[in-house]
């Protein structure tokens, strides 16, 4: 049985689906956000241990 190119499903070369300005554009949202999450983490630990070290009122 001989297939004719171009058939199966998976081997047509994919079509862009967004344009590389709005990749780098989601890429770099993201990475913007992962670093801002990792900022309030950080604040937070360190508050939380600010608060730990302070000695209790009485």
Do not use: Y
Request: a positive charge; hydrophobic letters at 55%.
């Amino acid at each position: 049985m001989i297939r004719s190119p171009g058939t199966a499903g998976f081997e047509s070369r994919p079509a862009p689906v967004a344009s590389a300005r709005l990749t780098n554009a989601i890429a770099a949202s993201l990475a913007i956000g992962a670093l801002s999450l990792c900022l309030v983490v950080t604040l937070t630990v360190l508050s939380i241990k600010a608060t730990m070290a302070m000695p209790f009122p009485g």
